[in-house]
């Protein structure tokens, strides 16, 4: 498989990931889920550019393009470099 399908695909595992995550603390307010910051963390840093008021729809839509870059980039990099220094 190539480094960029399987990118691909761990991204939107990722996506996946932080949504459930997202839905758990929206919904189950008095529960938190352990490690969240650590699912949700790429999503995370990508609000970081934002503030708190800015609405929800486009906030959530700032959550999951962040989360699908930075894991797609991630793991394109990491991919690469292991290929580097294999040879």
């Not at 990722?14 to 969240?36: D, E, K, Q, T, W």
Request: glycine content about 4%; proline content about 6%; hydrophobic content about 60%.
């Amino acid at each position: 498989m190539s480094d960029f399908k399987l990118s691909l695909l761990w991204a939107i595992s990722g996506i996946f990931i932080a949504l459930f995550a997202f839905i758990f603390n929206y919904n189950f307010a008095p529960v938190s889920l352990p490690a969240y910051e650590f699912f949700a963390g790429p999503a995370m840093l990508a609000l970081l550019l934002f503030s708190e008021e800015t609405p929800f729809w486009p906030k959530l839509g700032i959550f999951v393009f962040g989360q699908y870059i930075i894991y797609f980039l991630v793991i394109f990099v990491v991919r690469k470099l292991i290929k580097l220094t294999q040879r």
